[in-house]
């Protein structure tokens, strides 16, 4: 054990810790700052929050802001460690007494594939559930106009079903258009329409899934398009089975951003989403799928940069390691939401746009790595 762990190595790991640390609590002291420390306390004088409150509100805000910073920290604080170690004459004696590049790099992907996992598992797991906190704190999300359309055999819509309001469960002015046999034209005729006051996600009596519709308006329409009679109906059952559950585990989600479903979920969601052909959200939300396993791994690929850019000469300006680490996050974040685009709009496939990221890194880390002539 005590050759594979040196005093090297645990001198090197504690260093970048503690740098990293710092780094990591001073990013997020800034990105909370600004906007949501403000928001709460304003919140809190105007009696909508009480202070406890507030103060769990700040808590659950946290996961998100780490999910970035872990990155970020990491890159900062290998710079900053081997950069000190630079200008100290200390990494000239590690290699006078004959430790290589990938030697001394040791302990530093140590520590970079532990904030990895770390990293990974606060996407996966703390941020999806500090979001459902907040959301219970600050309320049930509410979905204007969600739209299902249910085809048949022949890929034609047999039925559409409009939600114009969802929250905290309840479905309300829900529409039920269904869709005559007959086509003139790419145009479908609708035989009926339905208008229910308010719906809701239950079991009917034989165990299976079913949309409950409540106060429900039939419209029957002949032919021609005219209305034949109205009716008053209590209450109605629509889309049955795996179709209702189906329909409302999207519908949910439809109402969440990517990073309040665990990996679990979201990939339930991604193949959801395929089997209903819905391709730009498809390939959308495999993109982000992708990423949950890529940005972590993001840690390591900095570290090592932060690393490479810290090896500098004795007389060179600290500035510009940190200019060019700088930079790299801002066009990493930056172009983050662009590779979404292009995943959605299907000009490049959602794995690539998801690796494409990590792949300019390693690019950029073998660029360094030959100009440092190491």
Not at 110 to 138: A, G, M, N, R, W
Not at 220 to 226: E, M, P, Q, R, V
Not at 266 to 286: A, I
């Amino acid at each position: 054990m005590k050759k594979f762990f040196t005093v090297y190595d645990r001198y090197i790991f504690s260093q970048v810790l503690m740098t990293t640390i710092v780094a990591i609590l001073l990013f997020t002291i800034v990105w909370i700052a600004p906007e949501m420390l403000l928001n709460t306390i304003q919140k809190i004088l105007e009696g909508q929050y009480t202070v406890q409150t507030g103060i769990m509100v700040l808590i659950y805000e946290l996961p998100k802001i780490l999910g970035k910073a872990f990155p970020v920290g990491l890159l900062l604080g290998s710079l900053f460690t081997f950069d000190k170690l630079s200008k100290d004459s200390e990494l000239t004696i590690f290699r006078a007494v004959g430790m290589s590049f990938s030697r001394i790099l040791a302990p530093l992907l140590v520590l970079s594939l532990v904030t990895t996992y770390i990293c990974f598992v606060t996407y996966d797991k703390l941020i999806p559930y500090s979001c459902k906190k907040l959301q219970e704190i600050k309320g049930g999300q509410t979905l204007t106009q969600y739209i299902y359309t249910k085809k048949d055999e022949n890929n034609h819509p047999a039925q559409a079903v409009i939600v114009s309001k969802f929250h905290e469960g309840i479905m309300r002015d829900v529409i039920i258009m269904n869709f005559s046999k007959e086509v003139y034209n790419d145009l479908h005729a609708i035989s009926n329409i339905q208008v229910g006051a308010t719906g809701k996600y239950s079991i009917d009596e034989k165990g299976q899934p079913c949309w409950k519709l409540d106060d429900v308006t039939a419209y029957k329409i002949d032919a021609n398009g005219i209305f034949q009679n109205i009716d008053k109906i209590d209450s109605i059952n629509i889309l049955n089975g795996h179709e209702a559950e189906d329909a409302y585990t999207i519908m949910i989600n439809s109402t969440k951003r990517d990073r309040d479903i665990n990996n679990k979920d979201l990939k339930h969601y991604v193949e959801l989403l395929k089997r209903e052909n819905l391709d730009e959200d498809y390939r959308l939300m495999l993109n982000k799928y992708f990423q949950r396993y890529f940005h972590p791994f993001v840690c390591v690929l900095l570290a090592v940069m932060g690393c490479l850019l810290g090896f500098s000469k004795p007389r060179e300006q600290r500035l510009i390691g940190f200019t060019i680490a700088i930079g790299c996050i801002f066009i990493y974040y930056i172009t983050l939401p662009f590779f979404d685009l292009l995943a959605e709009k299907g000009v490049l496939p959602p794995f690539l746009t998801a690796s494409l990221p990590p792949i300019a890194f390693l690019c950029a880390i073998i660029m360094f790595y030959k100009s440092k002539d190491l």
